[in-house]
């Protein structure tokens, strides 16, 4: 497809046997795109393989077969084009908030002099709040910190793309929703293409233009793209007051509670093609979703036009 | 009631102290009736002093003799304490200062690298156990200098500790530190010293510090087969002197010395240990 910053395609995990065990297939046949500027996050049970598709795309990893292609090159190894927020925060503890920004943006611009560093990373840390705090260790931070100097850190590289790996899943749900606000914030103006794991519904109809729903591993695939049809300037405190906000939550809780299994025991929908699984868009009629951007099928395949910029 | 846990320690401290003074005294008090028993003995003997341990008084005096006067020089078998202790020292420092350029930059290929680790580890595990003063014998005839020989000692018996620590200290740093390198493409001398190092730093250190403990045991032994100048050496003349007052205060010194040295190291630990 023409104009996607990111494509995946026939992407297969199959790990070693244990001993005397039969090699594990994680998922397979994992084809999904993503265009320049979406914000894109991905659910499924434990066990489906997500962390391990992130750790494919950030470079960590290597799949079985299947490629990777980001802005046209072949992913092959970590890139500084893509920032990673680990979901352990993975700080460095001898160094200070300060350092461990520090430490990305002289990878990233080691000709940088030290004022022109100094202001970058002040510049992050300013952005995710953390002014004042910038010389603590992060023992001395609470989790939402730590994981706030974590998100600095990988938008200080300014990558082309950014991975959450379940970023907030170890925070309090008051401290999770204040760095949900703040993560839209930064990724609207800059347009940031973003990849995300969460287990968490609601975060992801806030955060998401669109939502990959996993089925169950093992051989997990992705048995649905769900549209995000909620109005882009959506809030936290508006959210759950759009008319399709029941809609689309159901279905992303009966993907989980039921489907998700079903799928994995074989009930794939009819016509299911793994190269581009099934586009829904609940809560909207076809007359909205052509409105809204979703333009129904052209020969046989859901096709969806740049929502954001229609929705916007 | 409440009074701090440091200060009560302290006083229980210094209680056990005075006892253990006044036992001490009491069982090397001169035995008076014996001298008179057997005086003429005592008086072939040449003199009333009594034959068993000295008094605490006599040590501190013996104490106070040496601390006040460390430096001084009277030939070869009668140096001040503090020139005995500055070759002890120097053959330590020598000798741990030689094993840590070898041990750490080999610990670190051995934590990083599996492949390293399986084929050196047979080598470790025979050497590992040989006691230091085996090598001796060894080291003296290929040497063929005895100061040079004890320096070596300490060497051998200091690699071990600070080479299976680095290892470790290495081939544990967490992963996703390592991962974070990666995502940020740090190059490998970079990785090793900005990412590796400071996360093995306090096992390495730990490593350094059992390393010292031993080399400062086996000085002593090593100095009193070499001979010649040394705290362990000292040790060996006063005993050959009879002088029991220089070889308890000498065993007090290598005591306080290798006190210190544990703090000094104790302290470097601290300083690169990073809570989580």
């Known amino acids: ?312 | 009631m409440s009074r701090p846990i440091g200060l009560r320690a302290a006083l229980l401290s210094i209680a056990l102290f005075a006892l253990l003074i006044a036992v001490w005294h009491f069982a090397t008090l001169p035995a008076e009736k014996a001298a008179v028993a057997d005086s003429e003995y005592a008086r072939l003997m040449g003199g009333k002093k009594s034959a068993g341990l000295p008094t605490p008084a006599q040590i501190g005096e013996t104490i106070v003799k040496h601390v006040s006067d460390p430096l001084y020089d009277n030939g070869p078998n009668d140096k001040g304490i503090g020139i005995q202790l500055a070759y002890s020292m120097a053959r330590v420092g020598a000798g741990f200062a030689l094993a840590a350029l070898l041990a750490i930059p080999l610990g670190f290929l051995i934590g990083m690298s599996p492949l390293v680790h399986r084929a050196l580890n047979p080598f470790i595990q025979v050497l590992k156990p040989i006691s230091p003063l085996a090598w001796m014998p060894l080291a003296l005839y290929t040497i063929k200098d005895a100061p040079t020989s004890s320096i070596f000692v300490i060497f051998i018996c200091s690699v071990w500790p600070m080479l299976l620590n680095t290892a470790h200290g290495v081939a544990s740093v967490r992963r996703e530190w390592l991962d974070v390198a990666k995502t940020l493409e740090v190059g490998a001398l970079r990785r090793a010293f900005r990412v590796v190092l400071p996360a093995a730093a306090p096992t390495i250190v730990t490593g350094m510090r059992i390393s010292m403990g031993i080399a400062w045991l086996v000085i002593v032994a090593a100095e009193m087969l070499v001979g010649g100048t040394g705290i362990g050496y000292f040790v060996w003349n006063e005993w050959n002197n009879l002088s029991l007052n220089n070889v308890i205060f000498a065993i007090l010194t290598i005591g306080v010395v290798g006190m210190a040295l544990d703090l000094m190291f104790g302290w470097l630990t601290r300083l690169v240990t990073y809570p989580e």
């Open chain 1, 1 to 312: 497809m023409i104009g996607e910053f990111l494509k995946v395609e026939g992407l297969t995990k199959v790990f070693p046997p244990a001993r005397g065990g039969a090699p594990l297939t994680v998922f397979e046949d994992v084809h999904f795109a993503i265009r320049r500027g979406e914000f894109v996050c991905i659910i499924g049970h434990s066990g489906c393989g997500k962390s391990t598709i992130l750790n494919i795309l950030a470079g960590l990893d290597e799949a079985t077969t299947g490629v990777v292609v980001m802005d046209g090159r072949e992913v092959s190894g970590p890139s500084l084009d893509r920032g990673v927020v680990f979901q352990g925060h993975a700080l460095m503890p001898w160094l200070s908030a300060y350092s461990n920004v520090e430490f990305a943006v002289r990878s990233r611009w080691p000709e940088w002099n030290r004022g022109k560093i100094a202001a970058h990373c002040r510049q992050y840390l300013e952005l995710v709040g953390l002014t004042g705090s910038e010389h603590k260790k992060p023992a001395e931070l609470s989790g939402g910190m730590k994981q706030r100097v974590g998100i600095a850190r990988a938008f200080a590289i300014q990558p082309k793309m950014l991975l959450l790996d379940e970023p907030f899943g170890a925070l309090d749900a008051l401290t999770r929703g204040l760095i949900q606000d703040e993560l839209l914030k930064i990724c609207a103006p800059t347009h940031q293409t973003v990849f995300m794991i969460t287990h968490d519904v609601d975060e992801a109809m806030l955060l998401a233009d669109k939502i990959l729903l996993m089925s169950n591993g093992p051989r997990a695939r992705i048995a649905e793209i769900v549209v995000n049809t909620l109005p882009r300037e959506r809030t936290r405190s508006t959210l759950h007051k759009e008319p399709q906000y029941y809609a689309i939550r159901n279905h992303l809780v009966d993907f989980l509670m039921t489907r998700s299994k079903q799928y994995a025991d074989g009930a794939l929908p009819d016509h299911y093609d793994s190269r581009s699984p099934p586009v829904v868009t609940p809560g909207l009629g076809t007359h909205l979703a052509s409105v809204h951007g979703y333009v129904g099928k052209i020969a046989g395949k859901p096709v969806l036009v740049n929502l954001r910029n229609t929705l916007n």
